[in-house]
């Protein structure tokens, strides 16, 4: 009886089988015909994300939807196909599509289940439900994608599948490839990546959210010891090998930037620039921007910029917690109610927000959004003393939402706070306009305002050394005494009212060299020089220099600059002085090209001794520059003296108020312009001067750039005669006289009393007459000297 019970179970198990083999041939026989072709595959164009580069290699941006960057498969590190192997499809090389042991796996578990709760998809099956298919469990999806994965199969070569796999998975943090998820977690490509980080990335296919090593790093860690132990067992790995990747430290990239150096404003004025030629498609066909950035000077330049303002903000003091909140006394709730508080606010450069839990004049604890608890103290405690002592109104209590900031290679914490002042610096390659660094503002996610090109601001003494070049050209020499005494100015000269100015420091002394009066940056003297070569004369003189007439209206108040200019103006004035009188255009993108590398754009800049035009006579460039590397030595830029090279020179620049400070500085490969003020103009404070707070954004930046880069000098060019002169009078010394005043000098030299003029304008033998403000009484005024046009200069 029982045998032919078996027998029957027997026949009805094998009628189910022909039965259930006949279904699903049924069901193949009509789903094969209508899957999707495979031209998405077959002609896979992944949506690339617009990538910036600086000029050496550097990521900038990206900007897309997706974070994307296509590997080859040839190019894919070899643990790297391992490791995915081993985590997803062991037997990928050997199946045809469906690996049949593992739906007889995956079948038994459903069943034991009651319900769909395994899958058993291969690599293969993975592509088509990623390209083509849903994520929902049912078997009629599941049938599909079988089918899918065969006619793949069929297709296509298994590396080319692989190869599909690699690049189009998603892997968390919106990274979409092995590629870019390698930049995204480890912050370097693939081909950087050790076998400990290559089996990381491995793991997050199974689920990314719940293995993604920023959110969860144990359960991430738990899963790359599984698939480094998998690689164990198929013999990828030794042992030894298994056991120093197991224990190899991970660190993981925690911020959200995927750039290799910080250049957002840069970023955006390409993205800008080829939004315009292009459209929306910048966002996925993957072309890839060139820029002239230089990676180690935008490094500089960002540290000088955030330096700067922390200095200012120092000098200034604290102006206190950004919000209170109120502490519970119970443990759990006072968690909460801080994660709460610290929810919505981000990280501004280095600043983290954080909650105060004590403070006390010795030790203020905080702690951050991750649960961390920091120690402030010492030192670093002096500029909030008032506030940690509760002194003077002031009070840092528990519950104050604070920012701190981690200072030095072996990180003490200090309080920080967001600055209210904003800073700019931008730096070119006088010879060709090539934008090398670029910084529009403490932080581009808090304010997009670039101010490098969008900031109209008045540039004050900084303007100055315009308007002696323009009195270089009127006859004027840098050994021309002017009177530095008070001055009244009429209405009608000013454009407004009567106008009394007066030097920073409300001083007169006298008669002065242009020299002198340029390297002290003396007002009296410059309003005098403009009145002497006239108003509209210097005004469209200065339009050699790049400067829009229409935003320096012609009366004496231009002399101390009055006018309105951009950072980036200002470079590419400078320029013209550093590169010995030509005319360059400032630009940022070099090249750019397609996602196949098919050259799209290029750069075509004016080169010196190429097709930039001469503006202004070699010799008035050279001079100009001689005057302003006084500027430097004894001037009011004396501290750039610490930098310990002579190939440097500039013009500090405050305006009234001190609304904005100014420094802007060269050398023959280099000019960097530097600005500091609020955004809504307000005085900066009675001490702030460009030496104060500009010029040390803009050392702390040239340090950077010319670490390393020999000195080198500006060539007298011809036409110009060195004079021993009178530093009183100005006039030409017989070397008896010579060697009497040289005797007086301490140390034996008195670079001041040799001076550089024109060939044609030596100075004169007798005293000649001091000018005080009338035209008709400065001889060197009456008949100036012809100039050729800038076209027609030798």
């Known amino acids: 009886m029982f045998s032919k019970w078996w027998h029957y179970a027997l026949a009805l198990i094998a009628s189910l089988g022909i039965v259930g083999t006949a279904l699903a041939g049924l069901a193949a026989a009509l789903i094969y015909p209508n899957l999707p072709p495979l031209e998405a595959l077959t002609d896979y164009k992944p949506k690339l994300p617009l990538r910036i580069f600086t000029a050496d290699g550097a990521l900038m941006a990206e900007f897309g939807e997706e974070r994307r960057a296509f590997i080859a498969i040839d190019k894919v590190p070899d643990y790297m196909k391992q490791a995915i192997i081993a985590a997803e499809d062991e037997r990928f090389y050997a199946h045809g599509g469906v690996d049949t042991l593992g739906v007889l796996r995956a079948a038994g578990s459903n069943l034991l289940a009651g319900g769909v709760k395994e899958g058993a998809s291969t690599i293969t099956m993975q592509v088509?439900?990623?390209?083509?298919?849903?994520?929902?469990?049912?078997?009629?999806?599941?049938?599909?994608?079988?089918?899918?994965?065969?006619?793949?199969?069929?297709?296509?070569?298994?590396?080319?599948?692989?190869?599909?796999?690699?690049?189009q998975i998603y892997l968390g943090q919106r990274a979409?490839?092995?590629?870019?998820?390698?930049?995204?977690?480890?912050?370097?490509?693939?081909?950087?990546?050790?076998?400990?980080?290559f089996a990381m990335l491995a793991g997050l296919?199974?689920?990314?959210?719940?293995?993604?090593?920023?959110?969860?790093?144990?359960?991430?860690?738990?899963?790359?010891?599984?698939?480094?132990?998998?690689?164990?067992?198929?013999?990828?790995?030794?042992?030894?090998?298994?056991?120093?990747?197991v224990k190899q430290k991970l660190v993981i990239r925690q911020t959200r930037r995927q750039a290799d150096v910080s250049a957002d404003y840069a970023a955006e004025m390409v993205r800008q620039t080829l939004f315009e030629k292009y459209g929306e498609s910048i966002y996925s066909s993957g072309y890839k921007v060139v820029t002239t950035l230089q990676r180690t000077q935008q490094a500089a330049a960002n540290r000088a910029v955030w330096q700067g303002i922390a200095d200012y903000d120092l000098r200034h003091g604290y102006r206190g917690p950004e919000k209170q909140i109120a502490l519970p006394a119970d443990k759990a709730q006072r968690e909460i109610v801080i994660a709460a508080a610290l929810e919505d606010l981000t990280p501004v450069s280095d600043m983290q927000p954080a909650v105060v839990l004590s403070a006390t004049p010795k030790l203020i604890r905080a702690q951050l959004q991750d649960?961390?608890?920091?120690?402030?103290?010492?030192?670093?405690?002096?500029?909030?003393?008032?506030?940690?002592?509760g002194k003077k109104g002031r009070q840092l209590a528990p519950g104050a939402v604070v920012r701190v900031q981690a200072v030095g290679s072996q990180p003490k914490w200090r309080l920080a706070q967001l600055p209210e002042v904003e800073a700019a610096l931008v730096a070119l390659n006088p010879k060709n306009g090539a934008i090398t660094a670029l910084v529009g503002g403490f932080d581009f996610n808090r304010n997009k305002f670039?101010?490098?090109?969008?900031?109209?601001?008045?540039?004050?003494?900084?303007?100055?050394?315009?308007?002696?070049?323009?009195?270089?050209?009127?006859?004027?020499?840098?050994?021309?005494?002017?009177?530095?005494?008070?001055?009244?100015?009429?209405?009608?000269?000013?454009?407004?009212?009567?106008?009394?100015?007066?030097?920073?420091?409300?001083?007169?002394?006298?008669?002065?060299?242009?020299?002198?009066?340029?390297?002290?940056?003396?007002?009296?003297?410059?309003?005098?020089?403009?009145?002497?070569?006239?108003?509209?004369?210097?005004?469209?003189?200065?339009?050699?220099?790049?400067?829009?007439?229409?935003?320096?209206?012609?009366?004496?108040?231009?002399?101390?600059?009055?006018?309105?200019?951009?950072?980036?103006?200002?470079?590419?004035?400078?320029?013209?002085?550093?590169?010995?009188?030509?005319?360059?255009?400032?630009?940022?993108i070099d090249k750019v090209y397609d996602k196949n590398g098919q050259l799209l754009m290029q750069a075509n800049p004016q080169q010196v001794g190429g097709k930039a035009p001469r503006v202004i006579d070699p010799r008035n460039a050279w001079l100009m520059t001689n005057m302003m590397q006084d500027v430097m030595r004894y001037g009011t830029a004396a501290r750039a003296s610490q930098l310990?090279?002579?190939?440097?020179?500039?013009?500090?620049g405050t305006t009234n108020d001190a609304l904005d400070t100014w420094f802007a500085g060269y050398n023959p490969d280099l000019v960097a312009i530097t600005w500091m003020g609020y955004d809504q103009p307000r005085s900066l404070g009675r001490r702030e001067t460009g030496s104060q707070s500009a010029l040390p954004i803009w050392m702390s930046f040239m340090d950077r750039a010319l670490k390393g880069v020999p000195q080198k000098g500006w060539p007298m060019p011809d036409g110009i005669?060195?004079?021993?002169?009178?530093?009183?009078?100005?006039?030409?010394?017989?070397?008896?006289?010579?060697?009497?005043?040289?005797?007086?000098?301490?140390g034996g030299e008195a670079p001041s009393m040799v001076e550089h003029f024109y060939q044609e304008s030596p100075p004169p033998d007798a005293p000649a007459a001091v000018w005080g403000g009338d035209a008709d009484d400065f001889t060197g005024a009456e008949e100036p000297f012809e100039r050729a046009e800038p076209e027609t200069l030798p």
């Open 128 to 167: 088509a439900r990623n390209f083509f298919l849903s994520n929902e469990k049912t078997f009629t999806r599941k049938l599909s994608e079988a089918m899918l994965a065969m006619k793949i199969e069929h297709n296509l070569s298994k590396d080319k599948i692989l190869e599909l796999y690699i690049n």
């Open 176 to 197: 979409y490839g092995f590629e870019a998820a390698a930049r995204t977690y480890f912050g370097k490509p693939m081909r950087e990546l050790s076998l400990a980080e």
């Open 205 to 245: 296919p199974k689920a990314p959210s719940r293995y993604n090593p920023v959110v969860n790093f144990s359960r991430a860690k738990a899963r790359q010891e599984y698939v480094l132990g998998r690689m164990r067992t198929l013999k990828f790995i030794d042992p030894p090998t298994w056991q120093a990747a």
């Open 371 to 389: 649960g961390t608890v920091v120690d402030i103290s010492g030192n670093s405690l002096k500029w909030v003393a008032n506030w940690a002592a």
């Open 450 to 588: 670039n101010r490098v090109t969008q900031a109209w601001r008045q540039p004050g003494s900084s303007f100055k050394p315009f308007i002696y070049s323009a009195a270089l050209e009127k006859g004027y020499t840098p050994a021309t005494l002017i009177e530095d005494a008070p001055l009244s100015v009429s209405a009608e000269e000013t454009g407004s009212t009567v106008w009394e100015p007066k030097n920073y420091d409300g001083s007169t002394s006298g008669p002065v060299r242009m020299r002198t009066a340029l390297t002290k940056s003396l007002n009296l003297v410059s309003v005098r020089i403009l009145q002497g070569i006239g108003p509209d004369y210097a005004r469209d003189y200065a339009r050699r220099f790049g400067f829009d007439p229409a935003r320096h209206p012609p009366y004496l108040t231009m002399a101390l600059g009055a006018g309105s200019v951009t950072p980036l103006q200002m470079a590419a004035a400078y320029s013209v002085f550093a590169n010995g009188g030509f005319s360059v255009n400032p630009y940022l």
């Open 644 to 652: 310990g090279r002579s190939d440097l020179a500039g013009k500090t």
């Open 721 to 746: 005669i060195s004079v021993k002169i009178n530093p009183a009078t100005g006039t030409r010394l017989s070397d008896t006289v010579w060697d009497t005043l040289l005797g007086t000098v301490e």
